[in-house]
């Protein structure tokens, strides 16, 4: 089931604590446009079919990374892509939407999104996966 578009802005505002819409949704498309580089074939495809569609068309079109990050050079990435943030604000925004869009996804999909990924996603997803 695909998540409309105010429910996942809202879920992101409320998780990420921002006072506006606007925060919620520069850090979504940040967030969204930089995962994408890193997930790929059908879960990326799956993945966006979740999402309302704004948010699929940055993930199916993402910024290109020449390597996959790890998750702290992730979040350096994000807080370089936002204006005015911190790492430490970054991993905020990070962790606000990727839960999110982790609560759009099931767990089967989330599984292996997070295989794709280099270790240590599972947390920002806020989903530990048993080692």
Do not use: C
């Not at 996942?8 to 967030?31: D, M, T, W």
């Not at 199916?60 to 005015?84: D, K």
């Not at 997070?114 to 996966?129: E, S, T, V």
């Amino acid at each position: 089931m695909v998540m409309r578009w105010e429910a996942f802005l809202e879920a992101v505002q409320e998780r990420g604590e921002y006072s506006s819409r606007q925060e919620a949704e520069r850090a979504a498309r940040v967030v969204l446009a930089l995962l994408g580089a890193h997930v790929v074939g059908s879960e990326r495809a799956e993945l966006a079919a979740r999402l309302p569609e704004t948010y699929a068309l940055v993930l199916l079109n993402p910024l290109q990374a020449p390597e996959p990050l790890s998750p702290e050079r992730f979040v350096r990435a994000t807080a370089a892509w936002i204006e005015g943030a911190t790492e430490e604000t970054a991993k905020w925004d990070v962790s606000a939407v990727l839960s999110v869009v982790a609560d759009a996804a099931e767990d089967e999909l989330m599984r292996r999104v997070i295989l794709q990924l280099p270790p240590g996603y599972d947390l920002l997803f806020g989903r530990p996966q048993p080692v």
